[in-house]
């Protein structure tokens, strides 16, 4: 097994490893996801991928990462895609020049409820965007709920910045969820701004104005509930 990193968690202080996970542990992510989707109180928060679509990432040039505890039991997950060309690629959703074959999607995370605090997503989010680079992509895209401060503090202290919300997954019986798509430039280090605006968390129609009209989310404060816009 290829450990990416390995350290001690920061509430049990028990050690953990990341890992780079094969085809074989799809039906354990799976598991994973399905054990925290059923405790989330807003379930459109996170939309499940079946262990099928997942499969279809990993051997279409995504990757698995897992963390395990000191039993090797699953506590976190995340994969990433490399959509190409394809519909599924986020780029679409952004009004930026981006070459679609550069693109690797931040797809689904999650993190075993008795293990939350420990920063894994952030962790496992290091090991994915190091992955990224290294394998010469330049572009990580991922989707995360305007209500989700959770994932959506962690993604953008990751540098990912929101560059549009939209409706996104629908299916025949549902029109859709609320995304922020965010997008971090790996050859960006830092954007240039003229303009600032903090914008409270809960205002979407103004969001969706700000975004309209050229800015983008730069920040998230977690304390005062508001997000941080520039241009
Ligand atoms: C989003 C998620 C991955 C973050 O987990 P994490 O890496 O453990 O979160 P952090 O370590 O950054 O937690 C920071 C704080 O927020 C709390 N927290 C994290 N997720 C929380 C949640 N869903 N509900 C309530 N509190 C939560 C932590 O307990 C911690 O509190 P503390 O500082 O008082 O100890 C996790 O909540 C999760 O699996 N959610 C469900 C799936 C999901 O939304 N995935 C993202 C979209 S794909």
């Known amino acids: 097994m290829n450990v990416l990193h390995a350290g001690r968690l920061v509430k049990t202080k028990e050690d953990y490893k990341v890992v780079q996970l094969g085809l074989d542990y799809v039906e354990e992510v799976v598991e994973l996801q399905e054990r925290v989707h059923k405790d989330m109180v807003h379930k459109s928060w996170f939309v499940r991928d079946s262990a099928d679509e997942i499969e279809a990432m990993l051997k279409n040039g995504g990757a698995l990462f897992g963390v395990l505890n000191k039993n090797n039991e699953m506590i976190a997950s995340r ?3 490399t959509p190409g060309d394809s519909e599924h690629n ?3 959703d952004v009004n930026l020049p981006i070459d679609l074959d550069q693109v690797v999607v931040l797809e689904s995370t999650v993190v075993h409820p008795d293990y939350r605090g420990n920063r894994l997503q952030g962790i496992t989010l290091d090991v994915a965007m190091k992955h990224a680079e290294n394998k010469g992509f ?6 995360v709920s305007p209500q989700n401060i959770y994932s959506l503090y962690n993604i953008m202290s990751g540098g990912l910045k929101i560059r549009s919300l939209k409706k996104k997954y629908a299916t025949t019986d549902r029109d859709g969820v609320w995304r922020f798509i965010l997008h971090k430039d790996i050859l960006i280090q830092d954007m240039s701004w003229l303009k600032r605006l903090e914008i409270s968390f809960d205002d979407l129609d103004l969001q ?3 975004i309209n009209k050229g800015f983008y989310g730069d920040a998230v404060s977690r304390r005062a509930n508001t997000i941080v816009y520039a241009r």
């Open 79 to 81: 994969y990433i895609s």
């Open 90 to 92: 986020l780029a679409h």
């Open 138 to 143: 330049r572009h990580l895209f991922c989707t």
């Open 208 to 210: 969706k104005i700000l």
